[in-house]
């Protein structure tokens, strides 16, 4: 779908000063907006995200990844020791200089529009210049409540990625420092201090009910790449999961249902790709690809792998192909140049509400839900029957694990489920050893160092303990 477009555009520098600003914002516009329709458009330029994704890095730091060793061995086509996997190698091992410089050495983050935190707050300002003039734009109170709604809910989503690359977990120290709150488009010489974790979740949530409020009551648009109701009750629903505020969860992923979301029977699918708005579950689409670099070098954990039914779980059978021999590819994205890959949808929903209950002790509902969802994954799949709260908890998330493999949730969920420890193995040149590097349990890496830049630019920002860390050494 085509969008007349704006030529405005934000672009916030972090400057050195006290005497300058934190963000100062630069608009240029040949059209200036008036209407609804014209803030809508300027917030699918300025607010959405295009196809493009900046922490597809995630993808080599959690438990579904493993250096693909093995790969091209006595061949002459190894890729141990190769650029690719260098590039790589320090968030591979959770070093401690990852934000600042990749594996080859090269500084990566010297501008700070490089990072992963400005692209989140630039899209974010974005948002902040249409809710700080939408209310006197030119239109029905409807058109503008839709605008209004997205560009909350878009503004929540930026927070929620934010608040779990710098912050501590939510359940573990909801008190910790996490990123600064700007819900304005208007531009200080004052230094943006970081708030709590808390406050971070609490503006959150208190955006995305009011994005639902104002959107509810209006029909439902869907596969128009917009942010529609069912995925801003799909998004709160994962936010309440994070919260553990279980009771809250469910009701989201119920609203979900209520407004006619649907599960996909995949059973009968014969090939990958399925992650299109061809697909009925899907309620939107956005960003680009979630796994970042080689994927013949940095391929799938042999614990991952281990946990599908390589025959009959479509997710592994379409989702995985194995027409690269040693080296499996992902396959469950779109392979159209330039298309949106990731989205939100309904199978979310179903096992944020299966994990909520199973911490209700509702366990029969949770199993209801589990077993929903396998009968539309599994080809033959029987109804089973988990009465052990702990065995059916760790089921759940394992479907969740299967469901959502490189789409950016792994390391997000190893967190709030307690940091677990993780080990890597590595090989630095063909012939030397095999070392293992190993993320300990509740490691401060699990919360992410900011790069050096920003903290140069905003002297307000302090630093998380990961990135004062001394070097891991691989064993």
């Known amino acids: 779908m ?7 555009f934000f672009v916030f520098t972090l400057l050195a000063s006290s005497c300058t600003k934190f963000l100062e914002e630069q608009s240029q516009s040949e059209i200036i907006p008036k209407t609804a329709t014209d803030f809508r458009e300027l917030l699918m330029g300025s607010g959405y995200m295009g196809n493009d994704e900046p922490t597809d890095f995630l993808s080599r730091m959690d ?3 493993d250096l693909n060793i ?3 061995a006595g061949t002459g086509y190894s890729i141990v020791g190769t650029a690719t996997v260098k590039t790589d190698y320090l968030y591979y091992t959770w070093q401690p ?5 990749n594996g080859l050495g090269d500084l990566i983050s010297e501008d700070p529009a490089s990072t992963a935190y400005f692209y989140f707050y630039e899209r974010i300002m974005g948002c902040n210049a249409v809710l700080d003039n939408i209310n006197t734009a030119i239109g029905s109170q409807q058109e503008k409540d839709r605008v209004k ?3 909350l809910a878009m503004r929540s989503f930026y927070y929620f990625r934010l608040v779990n690359l710098y912050g501590e977990p939510y359940n573990s120290n909801p008190q910790a420092l996490a990123v600064p709150l700007k819900l304005n488009s208007s531009v200080t010489a004052e230094y943006m201090e970081q708030t709590t974790v808390a406050k971070v979740y609490e503006q959150i949530v208190n955006d995305l009910k009011e994005a639902a409020t104002l959107m509810d009551p209006l029909p439902i648009a869907r596969r128009d790449y917009h942010i529609n109701q069912p995925a801003i009750h799909i998004l709160l629903s994962r936010v309440y999961l994070y919260m553990e505020k279980w009771e809250d969860c469910v009701a989201e992923a119920n609203k979900v249902f209520e407004q006619g979301s649907v599960l996909m029977d995949m059973t009968g699918i014969t090939t990958g790709y399925y992650l299109t708005y061809t697909n009925p579950e899907v309620e939107w689409m956005f960003g680009g690809k979630s796994q970042g670099g080689d994927q013949t070098a940095y391929t799938f954990s042999p614990e991952l792998m281990s946990i599908y039914d390589a025959e009959k779980d479509v997710r592994r059978k379409y989702g995985i192909s194995d027409s690269n021999g040693d080296a499996p590819l992902i396959s469950k994205y779109t392979n159209i140049a330039g298309e949106l890959v990731q989205c939100l949808r309904t ?9 909520a209950n199973v911490q209700l002790g509702k366990l029969s509902a949770a199993m209801k839900d589990l077993n929903d969802l396998r009968r539309t994954r599994i080809i033959g799949y029987t109804d089973e029957n988990i009465g052990d709260k702990a065995v059916l908890l760790k089921a759940v998330r394992d479907e969740r694990r299967k469901e959502f493999f490189l789409e950016g949730f792994r390391w997000f969920d190893l967190r709030r489920y307690g940091m677990p420890a993780i080990t890597h193995r590595y090989q630095h040149e063909l012939g030397e050893a095999i070392l293992h590097y190993t993320l300990k349990e509740k490691d401060p890496m699990y919360t992410l160092p900011f790069p050096n830049s920003l903290l140069q630019r905003n002297p307000a920002l302090k630093q998380n303990p990961s990135g004062t860390m001394s070097d891991r050494i691989g064993q």
Do not use: I
């Not at 085509?2 to 405005?8: A, C, G, R």
């Not at 200089?97 to 410089?101: G, N, V």
């Not at 199978?347 to 994990?355: D, F, I, M, S, Y």
């Open 2 to 8: 085509k969008y007349k477009l704006f030529s405005v």
């Open 63 to 65: 438990d579904d990844v």
């Open 70 to 72: 093995e790969w091209g």
């Open 97 to 101: 200089q990852l934000a600042d410089r």
């Open 149 to 151: 709604g997205e560009a």
């Open 347 to 355: 199978g979310e929903a179903v096992l944020n509400r299966a994990e």
